[in-house]
């Protein structure tokens, strides 16, 4: 089956977050049929090829986010949810594995194929006990760029509190709603650190909630806020700096700490080398980049496995209402990690 194919059946599959389970049992009959040794956790799957050292690791996620919408194609554009975000890079892993002569393996092949990215990185958090490799690739849509790191994320709970009273009469009471909005405006305006390499950090308001009836005074409010961090900051800084600056609110991350996204960035790695030239041998240029969004890199790297991001189709084609991508790119992604694998395990 080719990539293009293989993409096509993974699409047609519905996979948003927390609904892997056929999925994954797809995926798990064709690593089979590869001849990898699967170990299942819950929907997330390791696959093993090989043995010994060095040990690659290819890293890919099941779940996309919702609307769940199938599969067209017209030219050269595939059209479907899950498209770039991450069923091409899927699709370019396994069609990989199936082009190399395994016979010739001279060390250990991973699969990763993790649930929950689109959420908590649960998967991930699932297998990271489990994973001891040399050097990772986790695909995500980069154009086919190699990304060597990315922000960190946070989200943030804030709220305001006011005092209830009839709207007529409104000076009897506090508006919450007022107070937030003014927050509103302060955070939208308050300074971001910035790293050398990383780029700005970014605060994003992206839900508010508030008041009861619309004859009421509203005693409380409260926004959800999405905070792209770099280094130093980490989650508990970033809380203090937020609970300096906005003395008024009451203010909390909105889940466990350990369900966010680290900051990332690997210098120099010899998995970047052996990606560039790769890229190289496929007879495209390679380019090495950072990026805004977040991905299961940050927890390899942060748990000592030295892990890279790259992939087929776009970033900017992920999440939208019609989400696409370029076939072209699918295969040429699966040519590139047959010579990654050839360059690392066949030498």
Not at 155 to 168: D, L, P, Q
Not at 179 to 206: C, F, Q, R, W
Not at 272 to 295: H, K, N, W
Request: net charge negative; aromatic share 6%; glycine share 8%.
């Amino acid at each position: 089956m080719s990539s293009i194919d293989l993409l096509y059946e993974l699409v047609k599959i519905p996979s948003t977050s927390t609904h892997e389970h056929e999925i994954s049992i797809f995926l798990e009959n064709k690593l089979v049929d590869l001849g990898m040794e699967i170990t299942r956790f819950g929907n997330s799957l390791i696959g093993k090829l090989g043995g010994g050292r060095p040990t690659l690791m290819l890293c890919g996620h099941l779940d996309t986010v919702p609307p769940f919408f199938p599969p067209q194609i017209k030219g050269e554009i595939l059209f479907g949810r899950g498209a770039a975000d991450d069923k091409g890079g899927l699709a370019a892993i396994i069609n990989a594995i199936a082009s190399v002569e395994q016979s010739k393996l001279n060390g250990t092949l991973l699969t990763t194929f993790v649930t929950d990215e689109e959420l908590r990185s649960q998967g991930a958090q699932d297998i990271l006990p489990y994973i001891d490799a040399d050097f990772g690739v986790v695909c995500e849509p980069t154009n086919l760029k190699i990304v060597n790191g990315h922000k960190g994320r946070l989200t943030f709970r804030i709220e305001t509190i006011g005092k209830s009273a009839h709207a007529s009469n409104p000076a009897l009471g506090k508006n919450a709603i007022v107070t937030m909005a003014k927050l509103v405006v302060l955070i939208d305006k308050m300074p971001l650190m910035k790293h050398p390499v990383l780029g700005n950090e970014t605060v994003t308001v992206s839900t508010i909630t508030g008041g009861d009836a619309t004859n009421t005074v509203p005693n409380q409010c409260r926004i959800d806020v999405d905070y792209r961090y770099v280094p130093p900051h980490d989650v508990f800084s970033v809380l203090e700096m937020l609970r300096a600056r906005l003395p008024e609110a009451k203010i909390d991350v909105a889940e466990d700490p350990k369900n966010f996204s680290q900051p990332f960035y690997l210098q120099n790695h010899e998995i970047i080398t052996f990606l560039e030239e790769s890229i190289r041998c496929s007879g495209q240029y390679p380019r090495v980049v950072t990026m805004d969004a977040s991905t299961d890199a940050s927890r390899f790297n942060e748990a000592g496995i030295p892990t890279v991001v790259f992939g087929p189709g776009g970033i900017a084609q992920a999440h939208t209402t019609d989400e696409w991508i370029d076939l072209r790119e699918v295969e040429t992604a699966s040519t590139i990690f047959v010579e990654l694998i050839k360059k690392v395990l066949m030498v």
